[in-house]
């Protein structure tokens, strides 16, 4: 059967036994070079560039249903995140999503917003349409699943569950000690969300490692998130009441990018300098960081890496369910030194018009 009178007598969608008949192969090795299998390994180059050619111009394509038959897996991947967020969500699905689909698999994605009826509901809903595992992002189960499960930033260890994390002690003594060197001594603090996973470890490495640096944490000076929004207004009203209250500190850590981005238009709506008058440190290192005014100094998770290797670690879970797997995996942060932090300043900061700096002369009694 030559490609001509192949393409003229099949008008439906060529199938495996009809191109194994073309190149003269068996349809086992048709089947193993199209789904990559391992035993592959054994077929020579030429004949695989053979197969590959041959199904690009008939235009062959395996079909799913076959292959989910064959193997017993629908190839479906649950991702369940608390929110969809520009930056930290954005830049893990990008590596979550390239990974998936070079491997041929599909994901669900669903959001929680915090919601405890969702967080129960959602993985049964996934379990019932066969996903072969679960991702899931700042995002803990009350219920054990029986899928393979990775989780991103979960810090929660359980059953059957390879948690992959930041080393937030490092984190926090990377940024700490960066506002120290550079003479701050009074910095506020910006703690996560309570349903934020990353926020207790965070705080928790915050306290441990501004005691190792030499600062000491004023419970005036701390701000706590409570809203679920994925825009700067999240940072910008806990910081401008926070700089209506008292103005004694001229840095503060914030608890992610988007957040430290409303806090630095909190601080000059009241009428102050980012980082003249107050220095400003985000998380995360989102892509829009570096070309925000000023360009954000930001503590470095490599988000894209994390979502990367969570698919890698869940794939081999998926198949091959016998072999050990790591219980966690931590990867390093990098402190990202831009525009919004600076030089302690050396004045402390008064009121006078629209909250600037006052610089009138102060006339001590004789």
Partial sequence: MNEKSLKSE????????VLAEY?????????????????????TVATKQRVLEAAKRLDYRPSPIARSLRTRQTFTVGVIVPEF???YFTMLMNGIEEHLLQA???????????KRDLLDEYPRLLTQRSVDGF??????????????????????????????????????LLALKHLYDLGHRRVAFMKGQPHALDSEARWEGILAMANRVGLIIRKDLCVYLQANSWSPELGYPIVRDLLSRTREFTAIFCFNDIAAIGAIRAIVDCGLRCPEDISVIGFDDIASAAYYT???????????????????TLLKRIESPKDDYPEGITFEPELMVRESTGAAPTEPLLKGPRGRRNNLTLRLPA
Avoid: C, W
């Avoid at 099949?10 to 199938?15: A, E, T």
């Avoid at 219920?143 to 569950?161: L, R, T």
């Fill in 85 to 87: 967020s520009e930056g």
């Fill in 135 to 172: 991702l899931l992002v700042n995002t803990s189960l009350d219920e054990e699943v029986s899928a393979p499960v990775v989780s991103i930033s979960g810090h929660k260890k359980m059953n059957g569950v390879t948690n992959i994390v930041m080393d937030h002690d490092r984190a926090a």
């Fill in 10 to 17: 099949s008008p439906k969608p060529v199938n495996l036994r």
């Fill in 104 to 114: 041929g698999y599909l994901h669900f994605v669903v959001s929680h917003q915090g």
């Fill in 23 to 43: 190149l003269g192969l068996s349809p086992a090795t048709i089947s193993l070079v199209m789904n990559n299998a391992p035993g592959a390994s054994s077929i």
């Fill in 294 to 312: 000023p360009r954000l100094t930001t503590v470095r998770q490599p988000l894209r890496r994390m979502g990367e290797v969570a698919v890698q």
